[in-house]
């Protein structure tokens, strides 16, 4: 079973950016399509990014299309979402999640994830 850590979550100002880690372990990290979900206060959690097992391919939610790019390093069982240009909406926490799958098509269902981090805070003030 895979275990997910996230880390660099934090508070920055309007504008400024971030790069979130999400150490993966106890699996083939390279077996995995990875992404990022996000959960604002009270509301529900949504996707963010997704990223197949190769990293060859990419889908991004559209309120982050342009400003977020997820990659991964496979030699070093690490997910990364770096976000730039951040706003005040994307405060949350946000969340790694893996699912096991070689394909290429990657899925925004947060039911198609079965291993989740714990999750790191973002905040972005005005």
């Known amino acids: 079973q895979v275990q997910l850590v996230e880390s660099g979550g934090g508070l920055v100002q309007a504008g400024g950016s971030l790069r979130l880690s999400c150490a993966a372990s106890?699996?083939?990290?390279?077996?995995?399509?990875m992404g990022w979900f996000r959960q604002a206060p009270g509301k529900e959690r949504e996707f963010v990014a997704g990223?197949?097992?190769?990293?060859?391919?990419?889908y991004y939610a559209d309120s982050v299309k342009g400003r977020f790019a997820i990659s991964r390093d496979n030699a070093k069982n690490t997910l990364y979402l770096e976000s730039n240009s951040l706003k005040p909406k994307d405060t949350a926490v946000y969340y790694c999640?893996?699912?096991?799958?070689?394909?290429?098509?990657?899925?925004?269902?947060?039911?198609?994830?079965?291993?989740w981090g714990q999750g790191t805070q973002v905040t972005v003030s005005s």
């Open positions: 990223i197949n097992w190769s990293g060859g391919s990419t």
């Open positions: 106890g699996g083939t990290f390279n077996s995995f399509a």
């Open positions: 999640a893996a699912r096991e799958y070689r394909g290429s098509t990657i899925v925004s269902s947060l039911a198609r994830y079965p291993y």
